[in-house]
C-alpha cells in the first residue's frame, strides 16, 4: 500500500516537470512511458506483495499444520493414557475376580446328621421309676441326661452334627419322633434308655440293643442295609458299653443275640415285602422311613447294683454317653 501512494506522488511530479519543460507531445510521451515503467513497477510489486502474502499464508499454514499435529499428539498420548487406565482397570476388576474366585469357601460337604431321643418325657411318660435313698428317680431324666452328654460327645467329631427330638421335659409322641427325625434328615436315628425288669426277672442287669427284626429294604433308605447298618452299630455300642464293666445282659447273652433284641410285632402286621413287622413303634416307623433306627437299654434301674455302678451320679451317665458315641461313630466310619 505505501509503494503504490509512493508511485502515485512521483508521477504527479514528473508530469509538472515534464509539463515545463517541454512540448505536450514529448511531456505525453514521456508521461506515457513513466505511466508504463511505473505500473510494470507496480505490477512487480504487487506481484512480490502476492507471493511475500502466499509465502506468509503457506508458513502460518504449517506452523497451524505443525501445532495441529502437535496438538494431535497431544490428543493422542491424552486417550492412549485414558485407554490405559481402563485397561488398567479392566486388569484390576478381572484379578479381583479372580481373587474373590480363590479366596471363596468351598462349599463344605454335607454333615451326617444323628437324630438322638431321649427316651420317654413330659409329665404323663416317666418311663420307669425307683427311690434310692430317699429320692425319686425318673427313667426320663436319665435319659435326658444321657442324650445330651452323647449330643456333645458326637459334635466333638468332624462333619458330625447331632439333633434332640425333646427338650428336657417335653412329651412326644413316638411317631412324632421318628416323623422329626426324617422331617430334619437325619442319617441314624438313636433312641436312649435305661430298662426294667419285668416281674419274673427280679436280678436282669447290664445293657442291650433293640433293632428291627426285618431285613426290609425301602427305597428311600440312604444305606446299602437297613438291617446290616442297624446291627453294626449295635454290636459296636454293646462292645464299648462291655468296656465300662456294663455286661451284656443277663438274659440276652447268647451266641445268637450277642446282647441284640429284636422282636416281632403280636397282630401280624408285616412290611410291604411280606416280612414280619416290628413290636416297637421306633424300630417300625424307622424301617418304613428307611431310616436306620436303633434303641439302647444302658442298664436296669431296677437293679440297685446297675443303679449304684451306672446311674447314680452325672459322671456316671456320661461315661456312658461317651461310650455310646464311640461306638456309633465307629460303626458309620
Not at 44 to 72: A, F, G, V
Not at 138 to 157: G, V
Not at 260 to 286: E, F, H, K, M, W
Request: proline share 2%.
Amino acid at each position: 500500500m505505501k509503494n503504490r501512494i509512493f508511485s502515485y506522488i512521483l508521477i504527479l511530479t514528473l508530469l509538472i516537470v515534464t509539463a515545463g519543460c517541454g512540448s505536450k507531445k514529448q511531456a505525453e510521451l514521456n508521461t506515457q512511458n513513466v505511466v508504463e515503467t511505473t505500473a510494470a513497477d507496480i505490477a512487480l510489486t504487487e506481484k512480490q506483495t502476492e507471493t511475500e502474502s502466499i509465502k506468509e499464508t503457506e508458513t502460518e499454514s504449517e506452523n497451524m499444520t505443525e501445532e495441529s499435529s502437535e496438538e494431535n499428539v497431544d490428543t493422542q498420548e491424552e486417550v492412549d493414557e485414558d485407554s490405559t487406565v481402563e485397561d488398567s482397570d479392566d486388569t484390576y476388576y478381572e484379578e479381583y475376580e479372580e481373587e474373590s474366585r480363590n479366596d471363596e469357601t468351598p462349599g463344605e460337604s454335607r454333615p451326617i446328621i444323628i437324630c438322638i431321643d431321649p427316651g420317654h418325657g413330659g409329665d404323663n411318660d416317666e418311663g420307669t421309676k425307683e427311690t434310692y435313698d430317699g429320692k425319686l428317680v425318673m427313667e426320663k431324666d436319665l435319659n435326658y441326661r444321657i442324650a445330651t452328654s452323647l449330643k456333645s460327645y458326637l459334635e466333638q467329631y468332624d462333619g458330625i452334627k447331632v439333633i434332640l427330638t425333646r427338650n428336657e421335659n417335653q412329651g412326644l409322641g413316638l411317631i412324632q419322633r421318628i416323623d422329626y427325625a426324617v422331617a430334619n434328615e437325619a442319617d441314624y436315628f438313636i433312641s436312649v434308655h435305661v430298662n426294667s425288669r419285668s416281674i419274673d426277672e427280679v436280678n436282669s442287669h447290664g445293657c442291650m440293643v433293640l433293632m428291627s427284626c426285618s431285613r426290609y429294604q425301602p427305597a428311600n433308605t440312604k444305606v446299602g442295609s437297613l438291617y446290616d447298618t442297624e446291627r453294626g452299630m449295635a454290636l459296636s455300642v454293646i462292645s464299648k458299653l462291655n468296656r465300662l464293666g456294663l455286661p451284656i445282659a443277663n438274659d440276652w447273652n447268647t451266641e445268637n443275640t450277642q446282647g441284640i433284641l429284636q422282636r416281632v410285632n403280636t397282630v401280624g402286621a408285616t412290611y410291604p415285602d411280606g416280612s414280619q413287622a416290628d413290636y416297637y413303634t421306633l424300630l417300625y416307623c424307622g424301617t418304613e422311613a428307611g431310616l436306620p433306627t436303633i434303641i439302647i437299654e444302658h442298664a436296669f434301674l431296677s437293679n440297685e447294683n446297675d443303679y449304684r455302678n451306672f446311674l447314680c451320679t452325672n459322671d456316671k451317665l456320661d461315661a456312658l454317653a461317651k461310650a455310646d458315641a464311640e461306638g456309633i461313630i465307629e460303626s458309620i466310619r
